[in-house]
């Protein structure tokens, strides 16, 4: 028991600086675009982007409605071009970041991490969204070093 907790704790260290480099990535590239682009308090929206991105699903879809309601006072084509690069973030994260940083750090499939959210999204409400991820962590590695690999791998020989 004590090396499958040992396990565990490895595995959240390694999701955790996976999750850290995701929302340091969101978190540059919008202050970057958005200075770019000239709209106001960018390094604030882009702070609040990479904190933001620690919620999952929901986190960069509200970071992203208020740099583009933010994007409005600059006019309408502003506000357009601040969805496209908040659209294009948000997809490079989600489909080329996360994938990798997760597949390197905690060997999690990324299915798993949206099941997981929905599941205890239900149970639980807004903590269960925060903690999902993590908790499927600990579950995939409980599950490795205690069935897989102490029953199945016993049986086997």
Do not use: N
Request: net charge negative; glycine share 8%.
């Amino acid at each position: 028991m004590g090396d499958a907790l040992d396990a565990c704790a490895d595995a959240l260290a390694g999701w955790l600086k996976g999750q850290a480099i995701s929302m340091l990535f969101v978190g540059l590239a919008t202050w970057i675009a958005l200075a770019a682009l000239g709209i106001p308090a960018p390094l604030v929206l882009g702070i609040i982007a990479g904190i933001l991105d620690f919620v999952p699903f929901f986190g960069p879809v509200v970071s992203g409605a208020l740099a583009i309601l933010l994007a409005f006072t600059q006019g309408p084509r502003a506000a357009l071009y601040v969805a496209v690069l908040v659209l294009l973030i948000q997809q490079t994260e989600a489909h080329v970041m996360v994938p990798l940083l997760q597949r390197w750090a905690v060997k999690l499939p990324p299915v798993l991490s949206l099941v997981a959210v929905v599941v205890f999204a239900g149970l639980f409400g807004v903590p269960g969204v925060l903690l999902a991820t993590p908790l499927m962590v600990v579950a995939m590695v409980l599950v490795r070093k205690l069935y897989v690999e102490d029953l199945l791998e016993a049986q086997a020989s």
